[in-house]
């Protein structure tokens, strides 16, 4: 296949609903074909995480499915326009209901694949307490959810073939959470990063374990790769793998630091707030800077006691 570099904006939506939400932004969602035949959908703010989806000569692969049912059937929209083939695959690159709970408009393909932990995640009360805690954003559609676990789960590393396309989807360890997977497209020099990469972005660290988030970044970054997806942000090359694993290093360095002193949690985040919002000035989400020093500050604290 001749390999072409992003080709951008191939159509573009405004998310009203999204605007209602978020009344200081102008939401626009994107759609990038980053080679051909793969696209994703990127969003500019508000609930930015990515979709992408794969039009192979016997049909549709979509990975991660957007936040509701009402989104979702955007994603549908856009695919509708290109092209009329089957939907074979759905793929969740982890449980968060950013990137699952539209997996109800997709389960025409069948098959739902992610790492078992996701299904884990999403079944039962888990599944349903995942979905009152996004209701606490007060985030519209959301009560159209039905919240619909993947049916193919693997371990540790799944690949799948699908017309002219070979996905290597890939569980290193635990990173984002305990049950993320990366798509590797050997092929198109390409990996999709699910959320173990946020572009221009501070992360959410939620559910993180920043060492092995670290160590799955390293590995990616290992790869040979020349085009890199994230869950959030825009579509890059290595650069954003690199700057994701730099903060995740810096952050760990400082938080080590304040244990080190004997420095509490309060006062870790005090002293730290400030130095992580200068260092990355022009990334958003400068609220989850105390949600990062806290959960690294457990985390560390913990293998200290331990
Ligand atoms: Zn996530």
Redesign the pocket.
């Known amino acids: 296949m001749v390999r072409k570099k992003m080709q951008i904006v191939v159509s573009v939506w405004v998310l009203a609903g999204l605007l209602s939400v978020f009344p200081w932004t102008q939401a626009v969602a994107k759609t990038v074909e980053v080679f051909p035949n793969v696209f994703t959908i990127v969003h500019g703010e508000g609930i930015d ?1 990515n979709t992408t989806f794969i039009i192979t000569k016997d049909g549709v692969i979509v990975v991660d499915t957007r936040v509701s049912p009402a989104e979702a059937k955007k994603v549908m929209a856009e695919i509708r326009k290109r092209t009329d083939l089957p939907l074979l695959y759905t793929i969740n690159t ?1 449980y ?1 209901g ?2 699952t709970f539209g997996n109800q408009v997709f389960s025409g393909s069948k098959t739902i694949i992610a790492h078992k932990n996701v299904r884990r995640s999403l079944t039962g009360e888990a599944g349903h307490d995942h979905l009152e805690f996004f209701k606490t954003f007060k985030l519209e559609g959301l009560d159209e959810v039905t919240v619909t676990p993947p049916n193919m789960v693997f371990e540790k590393n799944m690949e799948v073939y699908a017309g002219e396309y070979y996905l290597k989807l890939i569980h290193f360890g635990r990173g ?2 305990d049950g993320d997977l990366f798509i590797h497209l050997p092929t198109l020099k390409a990996v999709i990063a ?2 173990l990469i946020f572009n221009g972005q501070f992360p ?1 660290m939620g ?1 993180g374990y920043v060492d092995e988030w670290i160590d799955a970044l390293d590995f990616i970054e290992n790869e040979d790769l020349e085009i890199v997806i994230p ?1 959030h942000g825009a579509v890059g090359g290595k650069p954003i793998i690199i700057a994701m694993k730099h903060y995740l290093l810096n952050l760990k360095t400082l938080v080590k630091e304040q244990i080190e002193n004997g420095a509490s949690l309060k006062q870790a985040k005090e002293a730290l707030n400030p130095i992580l919002k200068e260092k990355y000035k022009n990334w958003g989400k400068p609220e989850r800077i105390d949600g990062n020093i806290e959960r690294t500050y457990m985390e560390l604290s913990f293998k200290k006691n331990s």
């Open positions: 995480s982890h968060h950013d990137h984002h959470t699910g959320d959410y559910d869950g």
